[in-house]
């Protein structure tokens, strides 16, 4: 607004200036031209007349040439010239009469001087103006949008796992109030959205935990009853994996339903290999038909969270590939701190990160943060796997990637 400002000041400026040059031109024509007429009454009266001749005015006949500089002598009649002679500024008219040619020039430099000092106070004041002006608004507007910035940090600094937040104290009296009042409003919300959720999930988790147990010891019971028995052998080892697989969702449940809480390495340090090493014989027993192969190099990859996040994780990587991979063979291979489980196949469209979804001699990346809550790439799938394969990624730091390269389908964890 304040460039707006100036350059209408500034065109405005310009066109009074034009149109008083304009003025002061006519007007002086005007005046050097009575003057030229006035002269030539009085020749008529007295061809001997003496023209005038005063400090500022001064007319010249045609036998008087030679007292004129020789570019003022020049100059064409019937129009008023402006040239600079001797030091001064003249303002020249020249006309043809009955009398001959006769020349009358005005001395206009001290106007001109006070002129363009009037200008360069003028312009002076309007750049005092301009910037005074500026310096204001800008106080003004800091001023004005202050309490929104403020209003912004509030927001900007709010930890999303923190609970019971809230900012409408901060803006008592305010006009932003409203605004922070309809915010806590929401946050208050929300905070009671997710205790329910998080109570719900810790109840749920804590009330399967005794049935598992009560499963788990009647299979012990039972493995020790029917020693002996293959055919109930491999019925128990199917139960007791189904109860292990369950502790370790009821675990995982449990874990996502706390707030995170900083543990130290010793605690809670899970030898990813061991755990790769069960969940991959598991499958091998539901899926004989899949050659699942491991490729594991260097010595145990230790990570700092449960062994049941770490099996919930790679349990549903390994699964995936088992269960909806084309081909017959699984590679689980392990690249410096990551883990890459391949498959044959090809991810669908909708996780393929990338705008071209992957296809014949194409490959995309897709990132779990992409992937809906319940997504499924299966008929009568509940879409619970991947879900929870982020949000524990999410916990714990991890990263993770799936991709369509080399023909077939690859998810990589880096630890």
């Known amino acids: 607004m304040i460039a707006l400002l100036a350059m209408a000041g500034l065109i405005l400026s310009a066109w009074a200036y034009l149109a008083d040059e304009r003025l002061k031109h006519n007007i002086t024509l005007d005046l050097l031209s009575e003057e030229l007429t006035h002269f030539e009454q009085r020749l008529h009266a007295d061809r001997g007349a003496e023209p005038l001749r005063s400090a500022r005015l001064s007319i010249y006949r045609s036998s008087d040439l030679s007292e004129l500089p020789r570019h003022i002598a020049m100059l064409k009649p019937g129009e008023m010239h402006r040239v600079r002679s001797g030091g001064r500024l003249l303002d020249v008219l020249v ?67 923190q609970r019971h937040v809230r900012i409408g104290s901060h803006f008592a009296g305010n006009e932003l109030e409203p605004i922070a009042r309809s915010v806590d409003t929401f946050m208050e919300r929300l905070d009671g959205f997710v205790e329910r959720e998080q109570s719900f999930t810790a109840t749920a988790s ?156 194409q490959s995309g990346t897709g990132q779990l943060e992409n992937i809906p809550p319940r997504f499924t790439s299966h008929p009568g799938g509940h879409g619970m796997g991947l879900y929870l394969v982020r949000r524990i990624c999410e916990r714990y730091g991890w990263a993770i990637r799936l991709e369509n390269a080399g023909g077939g389908v690859t998810a990589t964890v880096s630890f």
């Open 95 to 161: 006309r043809d009469g009955n009398f001959g040619r006769l020349y009358i020039t005005y001395d206009v430099t001290t106007y001109a001087t006070q002129e363009r000092i009037a200008l360069l106070v003028l312009g002076l004041g309007v750049v005092g103006v301009v910037i005074i002006a500026g310096l204001a608004a800008t106080a003004i507007s800091r001023r004005l949008v202050e309490p929104i910035t403020a209003l912004a940090d509030q927001l900007t600094r709010i930890d999303p796992g």
């Open 206 to 361: 804590h009330e399967l935990r005794t049935p598992l147990a009560v499963m788990r010891g009647a299979v012990e019971l039972l493995e020790t009853q029917t020693a002996g028995q293959p055919a109930a052998a491999k019925a128990l080892a199917r139960i007791q994996r189904a109860v292990r697989e369950m502790s370790e969702f009821t675990d995982a449940l449990l874990a996502l339903s706390r707030e995170p809480q900083r543990a130290t390495p010793a605690e809670t340090a899970c030898d990813v290999y061991a755990v790769l090493t069960r969940v991959v014989e598991d499958q091998r027993s539901v899926a004989p038909e899949k050659n699942i192969v491991m490729d594991l190099h260097g010595g145990p990859l230790r990570v700092a969270a449960p062994e049941s996040m770490v099996a919930m994780t790679l349990g549903n990587l390994v699964r995936n590939a088992v269960q909806h991979g084309a081909g017959p063979e699984i590679l689980c291979r392990s690249e410096g701190r990551q883990l890459v489980v391949s498959n044959g196949g090809a991810l669908p469209a909708g996780l393929v990160q990338s705008g071209n979804p992957p296809g014949a001699g």
